[in-house]
């Protein structure tokens, strides 16, 4: 059977070989230049998709179908990252995202889904070595160890393969409720609350993946987004859908969308948090539009060579108008501000035109063009609708209290206003102290002047953290597209953060987005996780508490110690000798200590960074990078410090608490924080 089974990776690999040489000698040649160009660019891709990770196994999984009355055996295919086809067309392999593969991960002993029995494989190195059977058809047994679904020895193992480098794919795997919320239609904008461990960032990428190829055509335009707290998990994710097959999927931080100006300081938390807030968009909104000024007097219109009068009453209206409908609620009526300018230079030049016809004359449609842009026209402009950019407006309002008094009145008050002016005006635009609040300001701004452009879909990681204004900067990359919001109100670390997801997705543009949980915990053992757990009453009341899929005896330690450093460099050491990756968080404020001990000790211990740098073997941690990562085993050095360094201290403990998928080390000095020291404070 194994032999079998060996021979059709075989088989699959070599029509896989077959297909990436037929893609690479396909001739470029289009009808056009802008055709070939196409075509070279989709070729590249497909030979890219075709490429990527060749050390991946052609196939995962098998599905064998219940027979058809009177029939013999059932259907049979392998499952794998992509399809594979012989050189006649038909499937070896299929394509895991295609409707054919759904049974295999939906497929249990209540409901078949048409199965006589799925298969599992299992490789080492490459070689397949192995699989595992659950026979589902009914009679043949209940299918006993599928009603405890998440003992499946291939997922536990996968789950438990030591990890080095970046996230890895889940395809192989994925569970029932994982795969309802990665099929979901393109249509469907869902939030995803989900315990740490769950799988959200894997489910939220593997949907990414099945929109792209079961939406190819309508997503080929708009593209997919993917957006990240910051250039570290970004760097951990972004392998996980080119192993897919997808090289295209855009990966960016919300500093890296919104980077209208050159961020060079940081805010004050109250600062930081009011430019965060919602009502700014309103200040922003009337600074913009208030900067509109009523036509006081006629303008002489030249067209053709002459000039023809248009008076102040039809000025106004025009005026009127426009700014009416810079108010649309429908977003495609909207006019933005840049728009609005121009579009006023036009009524002008088109009025004149009318009147030059009514005296029998025929202006051509250069010359109205040419009535718009001139000098005239341009000047009326200047004073009735001026022309802004993002950052010259935003300058103008941070150094000119009574610009933002008019733009805020009965919004903000004279403190708050006080807290956003510069207390000394900068020289220029380009050497201002912008903050990264100022950038999605700038942004927030240059959405109103133009339209932004817009992708089909867009899914966004850790949406707890996110401001009102980033919100709204991520809803203006949205367009008409659907949206997948990933995270989790006990992570929330930030001054916005929300006890439910209402607001957040208002402020994402898509209220309705039906919430969807998930309580299964496959990153951290039972152990752990119920030690983390114990924060939750405190720092999440009534959100339910993960179960763990796996229990692993040991996994825990809480140690008490009179000084970090020595025990410290003593559980390190003792863990580099063991295979997997290492995290040693700390507050941020003392990493570069942490470093330095490490490395006194002789340890190759590296400060993980916001860029995304590999920080190699073992990382040293500060508590507010860890969101999202994981490692095979994490040290957390002094808790209580990590919750005393800020406001919501007990809910990024809870986060660094999650991070270990197989060894979590508690170094503590003094009592640990209260909700954990709960029949705790031995070593477990
Ligand atoms: N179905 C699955 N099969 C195998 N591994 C899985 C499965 N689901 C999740 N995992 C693994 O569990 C770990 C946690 O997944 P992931 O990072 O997506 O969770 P998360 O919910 O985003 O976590 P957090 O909120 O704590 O950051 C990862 O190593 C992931 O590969």
Redesign the pocket.
Known sequence: MLAAERAHLDRAAGCLAEMRVAASAVTDAGVDSWASERLGAARARRLAALAADPGVPPFFGRTDALPAAGAGAGETFHIGRRHVRDAAGDPVVIDWRAPMSRPFYQASATDPHGLARRRRFGFSGGELTGYEDEVLEAGDGPGEFLREEHSSRV?LR??ERPRSGP??D?VA???PD?DDIVRAPLAASLCVQ??????????GLHRAAYLLYTHGGQLARTGVLVVGPNRAFLRYIEQVLPTLGEVDVAQATVAELTARVPVRAADSAAAGELKGDARLAEVLRRALWGEIAKPVDDVLVPLAGRRYRVPVERLKRAVDDLRRRGRAAEDQQLLHYAAGRERLAMLLAEDARRQKEAAGGSPTDAETRRGARSAEVREFCDRVWPAWDAAGLLFALWSDADRLARAARGVLDADEQALLRWPVVPRSVRSAPWTPADAVLADELAGLLERTAGHGHVVV?EAQDLSPMQCRAIARRLGAGSLTV?G?LA?GTSPWSPADWARTLADLGRPAAAVTP?TTG??VPAEVLDFANRLLPVIAPGLPAATAVRSEPGSLAVRPVAALAGPLADVVADLVERPGSIGVVCADAVADEVVALLGAAGLPAARLTDDGEDPGRVAVVPATLA??L?FDAVVVADPAAIVAAERRGLHRLY?VL??A?STLVVLHRGDLPAPLSRDAGQPV
Not at 194 to 203: C, H, L, Q, S, Y
């Open positions: 997922l996968e789950i996230m890895r889940i795997t994925i569970q994982q989900g315990a740490p461990g769950t799988g959200k960032t894997a489910v990681d990933l989790d992570q998930l496959y990153r969101k999202g994981e986060v999650t991070r998928v």
